[in-house]
């Protein structure tokens, strides 16, 4: 069965310090990609996304992910963290032959001022 | 940012009493999707639809779980005879096709007492 797994459950960076957050999936195809943040008492936004192509993708706020399909991996970056990225952040899978999307954990990101 | 409206933002039932939920979804996004969050940031599908069809659904929670997406009218999200277990943040997305990105309302909130 396709899975999601982000190992780390909280991630605690200091301000202006690079970030990764990781995430692996279980599929033996290449499924859509996606990260996703969630603000306290808010929603889900979509951060950025994977089809095909080039493997390094670019988000808003100045995240990327790298895919890396001999890992099934698609960890998410960011160079410069502020301390408004504090959030949870999602990953997902949308596998080609499904609708819905498989959620990973989350990990929260808790940032040192 | 996701236009997708969800009201009520916060909802309050005893056990036993009904709970409706309804979504707005982005302007010119035919599919809809429903799902529960709770407390462990654990997601579960509920069901998606493309226009007012079902695409997918899980086997709704004993049946106490319906929802529908009527033409030119809010989609919704009901549950019966709510329990405790019901007690989550119910998450509607919308998104162009069944593999596009999602995007997310603000979620509602129901407590069931």
């Known amino acids: 069965a396709q899975s999601v797994t982000q190992p780390d459950a909280r991630v605690t960076v200091s301000e202006g310090a690079s970030l990764q957050l990781r995430c692996k999936y279980s599929y033996s195809g290449t499924p859509y990609l996606f990260w996703y943040v969630q603000y306290p008492r808010q929603g889900l936004q979509l951060l950025l996304k994977y089809y095909s192509g080039d493997p390094v993708v670019q988000g808003v706020n100045g995240f990327e992910a790298e895919f890396i399909k001999s890992n099934s991996s698609f960890h998410l970056r960011k160079a410069s963290v502020h301390w408004s990225d504090s959030a949870v952040y999602f990953c997902a899978v949308s596998p080609d032959s499904n609708y819905q999307l498989i959620w990973g954990s989350g990990t929260k990101l808790i940032i040192k001022p | 940012n996701s236009k997708v409206i969800q009201t009520p933002r916060y909802l309050v039932k005893g056990q036993g009493q009904k709970a409706k939920m309804r979504c707005i979804p982005e302007?010119?996004?035919?599919?809809v999707f429903w799902y529960q969050q709770n407390k462990n940031n654990e997601f579960k599908f509920l069901i998606n639809?493309?226009?007012?069809?079902?695409?997918?659904q899980i086997d709704m929670t004993e049946k106490r779980f319906s929802a529908e997406c009527p033409s030119n009218s809010p989609c919704s999200l009901e549950i019966q005879s709510s329990e405790a277990g019901d007690s989550a943040l119910y998450l509607c997305?919308?998104?162009?096709?069944?593999?596009?990105?999602?995007?997310f309302g603000p979620g509602t909130r129901l407590t069931v007492l």
């Open positions: 639809f493309q226009n007012q069809e079902v695409l997918q």
């Open positions: 302007k010119g996004h035919p599919v």
């Open positions: 997305a919308s998104s162009l096709d069944s593999y596009a990105e999602q995007f």
